[in-house]
């Protein structure tokens, strides 16, 4: 983060984050928009979900954290990923990552929101759905706490979030902009790994 474009020097140092998105919801499978406000355990497709994941990630060596958003989604998608871990997990609940605001439109089907992924995807990053977030804001409360992951000690955490946050996310870290949110299309539990090098 950002990308390298020079290979790195011998003293370099990695740390790996891998990013997953939550298990399935049963407004997930509605196609209802949860974002921030709707606060709904795994379906028990999601409950299955999560512990297929949980099975590829345990034989992920070495991995030192789980840092979660603390909605009841991710938080149950981490509990499942730690219990089937082959050494013990602390999970971090943060605030700051949780889902992007839908305002009004939370709980809806909302036929307006294609509407609003192309006002963004011309550039203006300003629009928010009626009450909600903006790409900018939810970009501003979600950096500082993935960069201070760096801080930590652990070579390799996990990271559970929300599928519009990832977007943001992602586009930010690697491409240094909004623009490109669209590019990551992504179902639950997908996983995301960025490796980070830095002196």
Known sequence: IPPVIEPPSS????????????????????????????????????????????????????IGVIVTSNLRRAVQTSEIIAEAYPKNLKIIQEPQLREISWGVWEGMVCPDLESLIETWQSGDFTARAPGGETPLEVRARVLPIIYSLLERPEDKILVVVHGRLLRIL???????NLYHMQSFNHRNTCVNVVDVYYE
Do not use: M, W
Request: include cysteine; aromatic fraction near 6%; charge should be neutral.
């Open 11 to 62: 003293g370099c140092k990695v740390k790996r984050i891998i990013f997953c998105r939550h298990a399935e919801t049963a407004p997930n499978a509605s196609f209802q928009l949860q974002g921030s406000g709707i606060d709904e355990s795994l379906n028990s497709k999601g409950v299955g979900q999560a512990e297929a994941l949980a099975e590829r990630l345990a034989s992920e060596k070495d």
């Open 170 to 176: 992602l586009s930010s870290i690697l491409y240094g």
